[in-house]
């Protein structure tokens, strides 16, 4: 089955990849960008400020497009477009000619400041567009079955009266990896003590309550950024006995403070199960490289040049240097194919910092009123009447939106405390223009009480 992924896709890939090539040297160069510097002058240009992770972005796409033919452009968006019919046909490469369609015709107005690529990446705060490339096609799916292969190996290598198994799950993004985990954990469901679904922004964990809550009684989430202490952030150390990310780990800035968080919430024995990116790739450049979190990272020399993923060599030796041992690859055959599997053991040793108490997110309560926040009791004015109204009604469509009750929102508490974030923010701002006109999602990042 690799094979034929490999046979067949490898060649769609590549002219994908030659293509989207040709195609950013041609934005680029209309952009006037030929060299590092030229970013700048483009900032002066458009009035807006280009994100400073943009300079590493395009420093490493002028490497891509050294050297490189464009060719006319409108003879080259034509054969991409026509092209792009044949790969929409293609499962296997569908999800991946889509989103660098979206991103390579977007690309001016990312890099002119225009639109954040999260609008691009997430259009309207939907997953749609990424959630294809992490699964239902051969080659993630070929990777997730050896991840979920090996946690099943684990699972059954346990003593019969072990304790409830607890799997932690960091990144679980919209579940392209839980989904098949969760299936195949369908035999063990009475074994299993906690599922815990965790992930940078509650968008996401609505999305694994809604699509794997009711099947799996077990499956808690959590907000978690594996790149701060777990006890910081109510995440539990010595816990859980498998930790998986699919495609997270590269995404943090300092990849040994993030084993150590991971390591932190494993037992001791426990499992590190990591999928990752093998190699750099223009796809990947193209794509999740137009993301902030792409060009976190500080520790560039553990990185594969020009890319925050690790080589296989790079991963084994800064896992054994953070005390996993042993540290297997089972899919070395296939690591050409972009994608890597490491498993990892716990010898239990932990280094964390000293639990600081954190700050609580969401107030439990909003029965004491706060200035800005109108309860109907208040001896009112007409004006003050109005602004309760006003109030009550935006409360309920912010609420609405960040999924939360209305009664648990405090109308005088910032909205990140809530849970608001780059993602939420965009489904803010649609359901804000549904019944305002043109509010603009700065509205929400600016408004502090
Ligand atoms: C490329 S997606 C992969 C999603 C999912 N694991 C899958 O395979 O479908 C990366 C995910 O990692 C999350 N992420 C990025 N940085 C993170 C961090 N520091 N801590 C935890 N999650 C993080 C992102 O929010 C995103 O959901």
């Given amino acids: 089955m690799l094979t034929d992924a490999n046979q067949t896709t490898a060649y769609l890939v590549s002219e994908l990849e030659a293509l989207a090539c040709r195609l950013l040297a041609i934005q680029l160069h209309g952009l006037g960008l030929r060299r590092s510097?030229?970013?700048?002058?483009?900032?002066?240009?458009?009035?807006?400020?280009?994100?400073?992770?943009?300079?590493?972005?395009?420093?490493?796409?002028?490497?891509?497009?050294?050297?490189?033919?464009?060719?006319?452009?409108?003879?080259?968006?034509?054969?991409?477009?026509?092209?792009?019919?044949?790969?929409?046909?293609?499962?296997?490469?569908?999800?991946?000619?889509?989103?660098?369609?979206?991103?390579?015709?977007?690309?001016?107005?990312?890099?002119?400041?225009?639109?954040?690529?999260?609008?691009?990446?997430?259009?309207?705060?939907?997953?749609?567009?990424?959630?294809?490339?992490?699964?239902?096609?051969?080659?993630?799916?070929?990777?997730?079955?050896?991840?979920?292969?090996?946690?099943?190996?684990?699972?059954?290598?346990?003593?019969?009266?072990?304790?409830?198994?607890?799997?932690?799950?960091?990144?679980a993004g919209t579940g392209g990896a839980t989904a098949g985990l969760l299936a195949a954990l369908v035999p063990w469901r009475r074994?299993?003590?906690?599922?815990?679904?965790?992930?940078?922004?509650?968008?996401?964990?609505?999305?694994?309550?809604?699509?794997?809550?009711?099947?799996?009684?077990?499956?808690?989430?959590?907000?978690?950024?594996?790149?701060?202490?777990?006890?910081?952030?109510?995440?539990?150390?010595?816990?859980?006995?498998?930790?998986m990310a699919s495609n997270v780990l590269h995404a943090t800035p300092e990849i040994r403070q993030t084993l150590r968080n991971a390591k932190a919430a494993l037992r001791k024995g426990g499992l590190l199960m990591l999928n990752e990116i093998s190699e750099a790739s223009l796809f990947t450049h193209l794509s999740f490289g137009l993301l902030?979190?792409?060009?976190?990272?500080?520790?560039?020399?553990?990185?594969?040049?020009?890319?925050p993923g690790l080589s296989p060599a790079g991963w084994q030796a800064v896992l054994e240097q953070e005390g996993f041992s042993p540290v297997l690859f089972p899919a070395k055959k296939a690591h050409g194919l972009g994608q890597q599997i490491i498993l990892a053991e716990s010898d239990g040793i932990v280094r964390q910092p000293i639990a600081k108490m954190e700050r609580r997110a969401v107030p439990q309560s909003t029965t004491n009123k706060r200035n800005g926040d109108f309860g109907p009791e208040q001896d009112e004015t007409t004006s003050d009447s109005w602004r309760r109204r006003v109030g009550e009604y935006l409360r309920e469509l912010v609420a609405s939106t960040l999924k939360i009750p209305a009664d648990k929102m405090n109308l005088s508490r910032p909205l990140e405390e809530y849970g608001l974030d780059s993602i939420l923010v965009v489904r803010l701002t649609n359901a804000f223009n549904e019944q305002f006109k043109a509010i603009d999602s700065a509205l929400f990042l600016k408004y502090r009480p």
């Fill in 37 to 171: 510097e030229d970013l700048l002058y483009l900032t002066t240009q458009h009035g807006n400020a280009t994100p400073d992770y943009f300079h590493p972005w395009l420093a490493e796409s002028l490497r891509y497009v050294a050297g490189v033919e464009a060719g006319d452009p409108d003879e080259l968006w034509r054969q991409w477009r026509e092209r792009l019919t044949i790969w929409r046909q293609d499962a296997d490469l569908a999800a991946r000619a889509q989103l660098l369609d979206a991103c390579l015709t977007s690309l001016p107005s990312l890099l002119t400041g225009e639109q954040p690529a999260t609008s691009v990446i997430f259009p309207g705060g939907s997953m749609a567009l990424v959630e294809g490339v992490y699964k239902n096609n051969r080659i993630s799916d070929y990777f997730n079955q050896v991840m979920i292969e090996a946690a099943l190996a684990y699972i059954e290598s346990r003593p019969a009266d072990a304790e409830p198994l607890r799997i932690l799950e960091i990144g």
């Fill in 191 to 243: 074994h299993i003590g906690e599922y815990c679904y965790t992930d940078l922004s509650t968008a996401f964990l609505q999305h694994g309550t809604h699509k794997f809550g009711r099947n799996n009684p077990f499956l808690q989430t959590r907000l978690f950024d594996v790149s701060r202490p777990c006890a910081e952030q109510g995440i539990a150390t010595d816990h859980y006995h498998l930790v």
């Fill in 292 to 307: 902030e979190g792409w060009w976190l990272y500080r520790d560039g020399a553990l990185r594969i040049p020009g890319c």
